[in-house]
């Protein structure tokens, strides 16, 4: 496996490092399991530490761009349900209590991308949909500030 994951904790932000390649096959589905695992047990901060990453396929992306979307899914900002948008774009009241009021359900963040990565995110104009901090000790400034 030339693929590691490792989950910690530091105060509220729940920390993925990530080591190896993530390319298709079993990182992606390893990856993608933690996420939605973390996001059901109610983590809503979630930062990826891809210090040990060495490289980073399309298919590892699309993975990092599923788990945004995971992450940062739309939920009512009354009781919490997530909310859809419907065949136009807009979106639907609250399935559960009709609130129109929304809000995102949390934040992820990246640390410590290498060079391939940082080139991939820039080449694919990506860099700017994650938000993406030099040193986890910065990552986890941001989530400070924002909380
Ligand atoms: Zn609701």
């Known amino acids: 496996m030339d693929f590691k994951l490792n989950t910690r904790r530091a105060d509220t932000v729940f920390i993925i490092d990530l080591a190896g390649k993530i390319t298709s096959g079993d990182a992606l589905s390893v990856l993608r399991q933690t996420i939605r695992d973390e996001v059901a047990k109610g983590h809503t901060k979630i930062l990826l530490n891809l210090k040990d990453v060495s490289y980073i396929d399309s ?60 080139d991939l995110l820039e080449f694919t104009k990506l860099y700017s949909v994650f938000d993406v901090h030099g040193s986890e000790e910065e990552a986890l400034t941001s989530f400070r500030g924002k909380a």
Request: with cysteine; charged share 25%.
């Open 59 to 118: 298919s590892g992306l699309g993975e990092l761009i599923m788990a945004l979307g995971t992450v940062t899914q739309t939920i009512c900002a009354k009781c919490g349900a997530t909310v859809f948008k419907d065949d136009e774009g807009t979106w639907d009241p609250c399935p559960q209590c009709e609130s129109r009021e929304r809000k995102s359900w949390g934040q992820l963040k990246l640390a410590n991308p290498g060079r391939q990565v940082m």
